[in-house]
């Protein structure tokens, strides 16, 4: 059984998920001890939502879930990196295949560097 340092921040642990073959960064997220192991036992990632303070399967509700490739440990044990095979297109709740669709430029204003969404989140979490 693998040793993570869960205590270090409050039961959780980062975790980074990251597009298998591309290398894009997909989102960042949190996993307690439950979604961890949900997660190996799946193959499917599991975090767990800090502003609902329940496990989270990626994908429940948008279909948009994530299969498990590879999962890297950082140094410090706090952290993971999940090589995820994105299923449905869209890591991002707001419709963009990654979170990271915000560019910072040197003057600190920001352009949006993704050219479209893959989904309208209005009509797939109708909320």
């Known amino acids: 059984m693998l040793d993570l340092n869960f205590d270090k921040n409050s ?7 990251q597009d298998w073959k591309t290398g894009e960064i997909l989102m960042v997220a949190y996993m307690n ?3 961890y192991q949900e997660t190996l036992k799946t193959g499917r990632v599991c975090y767990y939502s800090r502003s609902r303070k329940k496990l989270w399967r990626k994908g429940e509700e948008s279909g948009n879930f994530q299969e ?4 890297l440990i950082d140094c ?11 299923i449905g297109g869209a890591a991002c709740h707001t419709g963009y295949n990654s979170c990271f669709y915000t560019k910072v430029n040197p003057d600190g204003s920001e352009v949006i560097i993704k050219d479209s969404k893959v989904f309208d989140p209005e009509k797939v979490y109708k909320k």
């Open 68 to 71: 498990v490739k590879e999962i």
């Open 11 to 17: 039961g959780l642990i980062t975790a980074v998920a």
């Open 33 to 35: 001890y439950e979604a």
């Open 76 to 86: 410090d044990r706090d952290a993971l990196v999940l090589k995820v095979n994105q």
